[in-house]
């Protein structure tokens, strides 16, 4: 079987079912968060970021697939969006809000607004919705405006856009200033704004997002991003992010591309190659991606989306190089996920993370503001849209 057929097989029967059975129709929006034994907490916070992936999500299926129960999904998941998560007094978007929207973490991040841009530019192009469309170049020009300095791009404010430290961002025992992830979603989001209307501000702005990645974040010695800075862009930790870089191994290609600048193209293109490439060599272990090395030590657990975004990161290295070692890769990461990451319980849908053993690490939930439809389901997406020549 082509791997697109088992993904189409994989969307139809496991993450579509899911995610719209989680829909609220009491509240709007959708349920924020389901537990490891699947009970459902249906007064659980609703993440705006999660709101944002969903919306994302149901756009682009529908788009893809035309099917009016999801066209309804995006309508319904894109009210909350608008009713609830956007702030009218001092723009923005927040951090998240209650279970029947009323603001709850009021946190104006810059990672957020990137989301909701892209998810807002997904449901214009399936709508055709102004309002969508004007709200997402309206927080186009906050970041723009509030979450820029000279050097790049800030993160974490109060609900007024006075700086505030980043916790949210930062991990492994630090606080960074401006991180990796940050900078990657913006990117994505600016790259889907792009994509659904191509404007000269926007492309001026991924432009530069890209100078600071090929200069600032990657490192050519290293094969791999640096992920925690200061706010000049010096790296604060020696972590390596072996998710995030298989990710911006195809993410930063896709945006790129929307550019149609074969100069800028052969440059960002061959720093996602050695991306890539370093994964496999260094991460791809017992049929599957591992976490992260913080300080020479590598993390061995094999997290959701890290997975995910590994057989995308695969399938693309393979269109661009030819290379059948990620052909193969990416089918055996597939397998993987198959035989271990979906969680076979009626109801379920992915496990968040496994042990080296294959083995459910934590009982972290199934559902909660960052476990969502926006990583499995663009896998799913991308390969059907992709139909590369893997078989599973």
Known sequence: MRISQAAQQ???????????????????????????????????EKGCILNSRILWFFSESAMLTRRPDLRDAADHAFRFLMDHCVDRANGGVYWSVTCDGKPLDTTKHTYNQAFAIYALSAYYRLSGNAQALALAKELFRLIETRCTD???????????????????????????????????????????????????????????????YAEKIYSPELHRQLVFFDEHYHSIIDLYSYGHDIESSWLIDW?????????LQRRIFAIDSDLAAAIYRHAYRDHSVINECERGRDNLTRVWWVQAESVLGFVNEYAKSGDTRYRDAAADVWHYICDK???????????????????????????????????NGRMCLELIRRDPDVQV
């Open 10 to 44: 994989m969307l139809d029967g496991t993450i579509l079912p899911f995610w719209l059975g989680l829909r609220d129709e009491e509240n709007g929006g959708f349920y924020g968060y389901l537990d490891f034994d699947l009970n459902l907490d249906k007064k659980a």
């Open 341 to 375: 990451m979906v969680d076979k319980r009626p109801g379920s849908e992915w496990f968040w993370c496994l042990d080296e053993n294959g083995v459910p690490a934590t009982r972290q939930p199934i559902v909660e503001p960052w476990k969502c439809p926006y990583h």
């Open 255 to 263: 945006g790129c591309s929307l550019l149609g600048d074969q100069t």
């Open 150 to 212: 000279s050097e790049g791009y800030l993160e974490a404010f109060t609900v007024d856009w006075k700086p505030e430290s980043n916790e949210k961002l930062s991990e492994n025992g630090v606080l960074a200033a401006k991180t990796m992830n940050t900078l990657l979603h913006v990117f994505e989001g600016y790259s889907g704004l792009y994509q659904a209307d191509p404007q000269p501000d926007v492309e001026k702005a991924m432009r530069r997002i890209l100078g600071i």
